[in-house]
Structures are given as C-alpha cells and as structure tokens.
C-alpha cells in the first residue's frame, strides 16, 4: 500500500513509539497522584509540554487536549460573548461549532475565499467590527493547502479588540505561526505523533471558559486525567519536526515538484504559489473521485477531509472555490510527507493516470 494521505493522518514516527511504551507498559502512574511514581508520570508531560511550546510563540501556556477538534471547542465555546468571524473554508470543527452558537443567537459571519482559497482581506476588514469578539481562520487549508494571511487577519481582529484562533493543525511544525496569534490548536496525529492527544496554546491573559468540568486540571481548562504515553509522543514527534525540518522541508519541495509533472493532465485545486507544498488537490474532467479511489486500491489517497469523507456530499471547500459539483466530485487530495519515495510517488501516479484515462474514455 502507497500511503498519500498525510493530511488525514501521519505514520507515526517510530522514536514517538519508543518514547510512548514505557509509560504504557511500566511507567503508568496516575499523572496528577502525589507520590513519586506519579510525580514523574508527570515530569515527563512537563517535558513534553515544553517540546510541543516551543514550535509556538513565546511565551503562553499550553493544555493538552485529545485532539485539536476539542481544543477549537474550548477556545470558540469559551471564548467572550460576542460576534464571531470565520472563513467559509474552515474544518468542521470550527464551521458545525458556530453554527451551534449561531442557532443560540450568536452572530457569526462567513467570509468567502477567491478562486484560489484565499480569503479577501478588504471584505475581512469589513466584517470584523467591534462587535467581534472572535476571529477564526485555518493557517494551512486541509483540503487544498492554501495558506491564509493570518498575520493580516489577526492584526484586524485586534484593532476590532477581537481574540484571534488560528487552527494550525495542518501548519505546526511546516509553517511558521505568526506571533501575533492569541490561541493556536494543534493536534499530535498530523506530526507523526500519537492520535488521541492534541493542544491549545493561549496567550498570556487569554483564558476561555472551560467546557469540562470535573478534577480541574490544566490549570482548571481542561479537566481529566492527562494520558502520559500520548503527551510523550507528541512531545517527541514535536522535537522531530523542530530537528528535521530543513531536511523535511527539503524531501518534501522535491516531491512536489515530481508530482506536479508527474500529474501535469490535472488541474490544481487552491492557488498555486500561496500554498503547503505537501498537499496536492487535483482534478481532472470525466472522473469520478470515488470510483477512482475503488479503482486503485493499492493507493491511500483521499476525496478531501477524513472527517466527511462518509458524508456523500461535494467538498464544501471545493465548492467554496467556485467549483461545480462535478468538479468538485471529480478532485482527488494527494498528502506525503517524511517518509514519502519519489518511488512510491511515481507508483501511485501511474496506477492513478491509467485508472483516470480509463474512466475519462468516450
């Protein structure tokens, strides 16, 4: 099996493994008990947080959470009463989370993307008001891998006295996130870390209500016993992208340069330039993307986010670019990463062009 589909999920990398089994099999002390086994279950969260922190801005503090949709949860459900801005490109954790806040009354606007995914800085301007007390925008599309002005966006929300949320799930570890921020979800699974066990980052003086109630742990935002094992692994996976990026970096340029001759009859989805070079969305006319992913089943490739995948219904990135549902239906997401060959690359591509030339046929 080639494995393409890194933005759903990362192989996880096999010093996190080795990190992980001693608090699973021996080291398995309650993390928030007094007695020594537990105070060090919990020295080694502690060196996990600061491994995961410093790929963040300075300064802040940082709680774990069992993945970035809950993190995106607390910062938006907690955050202070007021309007809310988004983009119509976000996951369907911030997008479903407004629109529950939304039917209780909440005011929430929905700024559109141009043809490439990106949203308009002038119509962002417009809306954030100082009735916003919340922006959101996604660093790195999950979907398309188009990169949003964050910066801009946030400098906006705080001239509004808005709260700015960056959902960097995609981006930690690949692309710098601006310092400007004033919380930042993150989440283990996407870095070759664990899945089960994610982040939020929040500024110095930013603390939203906390949606878990119970032994107050986290600094009383997010109750619940800490899993050690899953905070050890995203720690070291942490480490990993810090350490290796210059070299990911590099390994994963080069791929994307091989993939774009080596799918040069499709069409790029999202801007060309402005993007995460790891993240191909491409389309092609007369294709049917999930007959292509039956088609090819020695190839993990993805229609578009995991996480409504089961939904039958055209990516609502894609039509938020402007696509038609055929078009839409039509597009396949092609994710590598660290341990992605040119070989496999070019595996994948020949089992994917035939199987495309096929269906495309008069």
């Known amino acids: 099996m080639i494995y393409l589909d890194y933005q759903a999920t990362t ?8 990190a992980m089994v001693p608090l699973l099999r021996d080291q398995f002390a309650n993390p928030h008990s007094a007695h020594r ?12 947080r600061d491994e995961v922190a410093r790929l963040l801005p300075s300064g802040g503090k940082l709680i774990f959470t069992s993945g970035a949709t809950e993190a995106l949860n607390i910062a938006i459900q907690g955050a202070p009463p007021g309007d809310i801005v988004t983009i119509a490109t976000e996951h369907a954790a911030v997008l479903d989370t407004v629109e529950v806040l939304a039917r209780s009354g909440r005011r929430v606007t929905i700024l559109p993307v141009d043809a490439g995914g990106i949203v308009d800085l002038d119509a962002a301007a417009r809306a954030i008001v100082p009735t916003v007390s919340l922006v959101v925008a996604m660093l ?27 959902d960097a799930v995609q981006g930690y570890g690949r692309v710098p ?26 500024r110095d003086g930013v ?16 109750s619940g016993t800490l899993p050690p094992a899953l905070c050890a692994g995203f720690g070291i996976a942490a480490r990993l992208m810090r350490d290796r990026a210059e070299e990911d970096r590099t390994h994963i340029h080069g791929l994307s340069l091989l993939a774009r001759t080596l799918f040069s009859d499709w069409t790029l989805n999202g801007a060309a330039t402005q993007r995460y070079p790891g993240n191909l969305n491409l389309r092609r006319d007369g294709i049917d993307g999930a007959r292509l992913l039956s088609h090819c089943r020695n190839v993990a490739f993805s229609l578009g986010s995991a996480c409504a995948s089961g939904s039958g ?25 660290r341990y992605t060959t040119a070989q496999d690359l070019e595996r994948a591509a020949t089992e994917l062009n035939e199987a495309a030339a096929v269906q495309a046929a008069p």
């Not at 990398?13 to 080795?18: G, H, I, L, N, R």
């Not at 086994?37 to 996990?48: D, F, H, K, P, S």
């Not at 996130?177 to 929040?202: E, Q, T």
């Not at 396949?332 to 990463?337: E, S």
């Open 313 to 337: 219904r055209p990516s609502h990135v894609l039509r938020a670019l402007g696509l038609t549902d055929a078009q839409a239906r039509g597009s396949v997401r092609i994710g590598f990463g």
């Open 207 to 222: 603390r939203p209500a906390p949606l878990i109630h119970g032994g107050g742990q986290e600094g009383g935002l997010r």
């Open 37 to 48: 086994a537990g105070r060090l279950a919990a020295a080694q969260v502690e060196v996990a």
């Open 140 to 166: 790195v599309n999950n979907e398309i891998g188009v990169i949003q002005p964050v910066e801009a966006l946030a400098d906006l929300a705080h001239r509004a006295g808005a709260l700015f949320l960056c």
């Open 11 to 18: 192989p996880l990398a096999p010093e996190a493994f080795d």
């Open 177 to 202: 996130i601006p310092a400007n921020v004033d919380m930042v979800a993150i989440s283990a699974h996407k870095i070759h870390g664990p899945k089960g066990v994610g982040a939020l980052w929040l």
